[in-house]
Nanobody, 123 residues
Framework: QVQPVESGGGLVQAGGSLRLSCAAS????????VAWFRQAPGKEREFVAA????????RYGDSVKGRFTISRDNAKNTVYLQMNSLKPEDTAVYYC????????????????WGQGTAVTVSS
């Protein structure tokens, strides 16, 4: 089975940028749709972005549209989340998740989850 592994989190000032990476361990990400979710303290897990297994279809949560970009490099078995114009409300633990083939936005639709990477945006 595929095991997502996140990296790239850290501390950044408001208005800054970060790029998160999600690498596949165990087996290839090919034929898996991949999504990013985030969870802030005391809040429910929130959909951020998703990409189809071919990379030709993407979806974004309303709060990140126009600021975040999801992409994938299947040759490197990695999915990226480029985060620009970061705001303090983007502070959360970011999780990468995978499911076979089709994009979904509900956390319960995803079979495989990483451990998360923390992003803190200071004001």
């Amino acid at each position: 089975q595929v095991q997502p592994v996140e990296s790239g989190g850290g501390l950044v000032q408001a208005g800054g940028s970060l790029r998160l990476s999600c690498a596949a361990s165990g087996r290839s990400f090919n034929a898996y749709a991949v999504a990013w979710f985030r969870q802030a303290p005391g809040k429910e897990r929130e959909f951020v972005a998703a990409i189809s297994w071919t990379g030709d279809s993407t979806r974004y949560g309303d709060s990140v549209k126009g600021r975040f970009t999801i992409s994938r490099d299947n040759a490197k078995n990695t999915v990226y989340l480029q985060m620009n114009s970061l705001k303090p409300e983007d502070t959360a633990v970011y999780y990468c998740a995978a499911r076979p083939l089709t994009i979904e936005i509900a956390p319960r639709a995803f079979n495989y989850w990483g451990q998360g990477t923390a992003v803190t945006v200071s004001s």
